[in-house]
DNA sequence: TATAAACTTGAACATCCGTTCAAGTTGTTG
DNA sequence: CAACAACTTGAACGGATGTTCAAGTTTATA
């Protein structure tokens, strides 16, 4: 290389990719733009086609950049699909913590669940398949392990009991994966009910 | 064609792939022996390296036939992965129902879904990816509601509790799900305890 | 202003892909 | 044995793919 670029060498893993805060540095701050339109880019690819439709080439034509530019910032497919793993779990994270905060805790996690279902449910498949993924390739489960945890951490404010925090954990993955499958909506009034029973 | 092949048209749709009964004529033994193999090296294939492995190339390979079979037996890839899931759901339906003749079915089940959990984890991450597939295709959902329609007679024989039910249900997948990507194991008497409680 | 970092990008490579087609073979039936 | 059905299979098609490489540009810093 002419200049010394660092390519899509990921030294410390957790800073460069999407970092919180922006960089001030110009040239840092259009690659942190460039990353973004490549990280959203594949979440919809993942969402119209699967995972198994994600390719370069896909990627960056949808984000409107050339087709190297993917493997300079990501380096292989699966790195792609590691961040792009964790930018979906990122947002995820945002609205659970939102709902924790809501005066109605339980009532607001049905209602967003159900609602995010109802109408972004292309992305809720998309997020379940990188989900899966993570069970397949054992260096990407630490990204999907952060659903589970903070999952757990929001029910665990609901109830002491360690045994109904599981099974209302499970139960909401299961009910939306069902839901997934079966085509039909679930019910946002007796998802919220049947929390509070378990409890 | 010189002969009168019929090709992969699937006229019927549900006799012709691995049709419960042996056909006496040689000709469709032959080729139901192929379809079980092209059906079970899809399988492995997913198993390996997700639905995403799939070709046409990789799976004739495996089940050492030309690469043009596949498409002869199944026509399209999306054919083929529908062929896989029904057969899939076809086996796990067969345990679901040993699990019911048992003396203690609940403890069976649990049990049943434990051990397979164990040894067979492969499978299970191939059989949720099909699974989730069906949420994707439209056409091949109703190879995938059969594990749902199954289970959920299944857990009916325990309880005439709809939410109970339900929440079983719902629980069952989920668990196995989280355990997928946690890397836990479920814990068989924790999970048949559970179930009795729900009930 | 010189040096280098960070990012950009077009070209190219070898490889694999789904599917079609035409020409076989094997087995059944009348 | 003739006619036909089911299955087999090698060749070929146009096209997409992951990744590498070398040559750029823009921006920061010493």
Redo the contacts between chains.
């Keep these: 290389m002419s200049g010394g670029a660092r390519g899509h060498v990921r030294e410390t893993g957790q800073d460069a990719a999407l970092a919180p805060e922006q960089p001030t540095d110009r040239r840092r701050a259009k690659g942190e733009r460039a990353r973004r339109a490549l990280l959203e880019a594949t979440l919809a690819i993942i969402e119209r086609e ?3 439709g994600v390719t370069h080439r896909r990627v960056t034509r949808a984000a409107g950049l050339p087709a190297t530019s993917a493997a300079y910032h990501f380096g292989t497919i699966n790195d792609l699909l590691e961040a792009t793993l964790l930018f979906a779990d990122r947002e995820a994270a945002h609205a659970l913590a939102a709902c924790g905060r809501d005066a109605d805790p339980i009532a607001a996690f049905s209602g967003w669940l159900v609602q995010d279902f109802t109408d972004q449910r292309p992305r809720i ?1 998309a997020e ?2 990188l ?6 390739v054992p260096a990407i ?1 630490p990204s ?2 952060r659903w ?1 945890s903070d999952l757990t951490a929001l029910v665990q404010t609901w109830t002491p009991d360690r ?1 109904a925090t ?2 209302i ?7 939306l ?2 839901a ?4 039909e909506t679930p019910d946002r009034h ?1 998802m919220e009910a ?1 929390i509070r ?2 409890i």
């Design positions: 699967g995972i198994a498949i379940y398949e989900f899966l993924y993570a069970a397949r489960r999907a392990r589970l045994r599981r099974v954990c499970a139960y909401v993955d299961g009910l994966l069902h997934l499958v079966s085509g007796d049947t029973a378990l």
